[in-house]
């Protein structure tokens, strides 16, 4: 049964083309199938292939002329960020964080942090993207209540990482244990920072990530000034690297850096449209790449001011290519797309269950429509989808089986109302920061 409750078996039917992330069932690092259907069953993908003869009560979705492809693993956002959107556009990242995070976070009642959570997971889902890796910023325990309220009402695959100050670890390990480990869609981490001046930060959170035996969670040389504090020689004394620690940006790391990070198995979330905003730089992602250390695509919140995984696909390449003046090297848009999908679902240890159109994993799926203004006409389509590709493109998305969007449109809620309220709220939040 999947998680909000039993949908019919449901069956793609003869889509152009499936892009299924596994080479066992297709061609290539995609694993394209062309002319292929897709069996949804309970909450998993039943089958792949062609003319499959489904049961008689299963709902029949005609794919033809549409791409099939995995869900979007989006590996690093904050999802409470929507109350910032737009703001600070000309700051820095510190400058940024000063106006506009620390501003606001403490100020956020549950109720309104509700509908921030419940706009940006809707926008992600609309999207195509199926999970959502959440660095969360220390809360209290009833914002924390509504944070989770609101992405269980949307329906999105996540992965909550609590950050607390070392003396609050508790409430984090209450909010994990308690709210986010007994979700069916929900996967519990632990959140950090690795700063000389907060040692116990680092040492006490990569206790507690042991103890529930979780990933730690951590934004690493975002910035240039950051190499100062040698958060990575941190991370190594502290015993918090490993394949279970997942870095966000890993932007000004040296050469022997990221060959200690390869040797200890940790992962890394590449942010392209965060770091071109804040002006932080380009993350090695060739250099990573030739490590083997698994990397993601991340959309990073309010930094980005949307969910739209296309735009950090087209980003992630054409930054590589910019720099290297060099448009053959890595990611191409293959690599892009498997990084947006099964890269991501490895760099959060997740391959087992997300990630590609494998039967037995859970059905996060997602329907692109290439019979469009800005997709056609047919050419190579994974350049095509990531060179070109639209949020409006996504007609269907299904989250363990369940449909999120049908045939364009949002299932099971109201984008207005959503939008109207988290207008109200910000609002309201700021013009109470702007009296202070």
């Known amino acids: 049964m999947s998680a909000h409750g039993a949908d019919p078996s449901?069956?793609?039917?003869?889509?152009?083309l499936v892009l299924t992330m596994d080479p066992f069932y297709g061609e290539g690092l995609l694993g394209a199938v062309e002319g292929c259907d897709v069996l949804i069953r309970a909450g998993a993908i039943a089958a792949v292939g062609r003319r499959l003869v489904p049961a008689p009560d299963t709902e029949m979705i005609d794919a033809r002329g549409k791409v099939v492809l995995p869900g979007f693993v989006d590996a690093h956002t904050h999802l409470w960020q929507s109350a910032i959107r737009g703001r600070g556009a000309a700051l820095g990242l510190y400058e940024w964080f000063s106006a506009c995070v620390w501003t606001v976070v403490p100020r956020i009642r549950p109720s309104d942090m509700y509908r921030f959570v419940r706009l940006s997971a809707a926008d992600?889902?609309?999207s195509g993207t199926t999970t959502a890796v959440d660095w969360v910023p220390a809360l209290d325990y009833e914002v924390s209540e509504a944070y989770l309220?609101?992405?269980s009402?949307?329906?999105l695959?996540?992965?909550?990482?609590?950050y607390q100050q070392p003396a609050d670890a508790d409430l984090a390990a209450k909010v994990l244990t308690g709210l986010v480990a007994p979700h069916p869609l929900g996967t519990p981490q632990v959140a950090t920072v690795a700063h000389r001046d907060a040692p116990d930060h680092l040492r006490v959170?990569?206790?507690?990530?042991?103890e529930l035996d979780v990933h730690l969670n951590l934004h690493l040389l975002e910035h240039r000034t950051d190499r100062s504090g040698d958060p990575v020689a941190l991370l190594e004394e502290a015993g918090a690297l490993g394949p279970k620690t997942l870095l966000n940006h890993v932007i000004h790391a040296t050469g022997a850096e990221l060959d200690l990070l390869a040797r200890r198995g940790a992962a890394v979330a590449h942010c392209p449209l965060s770091n071109m905003r804040l002006g932080t730089g380009v993350m090695p992602l060739r250099e990573i790449h030739r490590r083997g250390i698994r990397a993601g695509l991340g959309q990073d919140g309010g930094a980005n001011d949307s969910a739209d995984m296309f735009a950090s696909m087209k980003a992630a390449v054409g930054l590589q290519r910019a720099v290297s003046q060099d448009p053959t090297g890595h990611p191409g848009p293959e690599e892009a797309l498997y990084m947006a999908t099964m890269g991501g679902a490895r760099a959060i240890g997740q391959d087992d269950r997300i990630g590609s159109l494998t039967p037995g994993k859970r059905a996060d799926v997602a329907v692109i429509d290439p019979a469009a203004l800005n997709l056609a006409?047919?050419?190579?389509?994974?350049?095509?989808i990531v060179f070109g590709g639209r949020p409006e493109n996504v007609t269907d998305v299904f989250v363990d089986g369940v449909a999120r969007k049908r045939a364009g449109r949002p299932t099971g809620e109201d984008p207005a109302r959503l939008v109207a309220e988290a207008e109200t709220a910000a609002r309201a939040l700021w013009e109470g920061a702007a009296r202070t």
């Open 377 to 384: 006409p047919c050419g190579a389509r994974p350049a095509q």
């Open 157 to 162: 695959r996540f992965a909550h990482a609590a």
């Open 124 to 126: 992600a889902l609309q």
């Open 205 to 210: 959170h990569a206790e507690l990530a042991r």
């Open 153 to 155: 009402d949307s329906g």
């Open 10 to 16: 449901t069956l793609l039917r003869g889509a152009d």
């Open 149 to 151: 309220e609101a992405v």
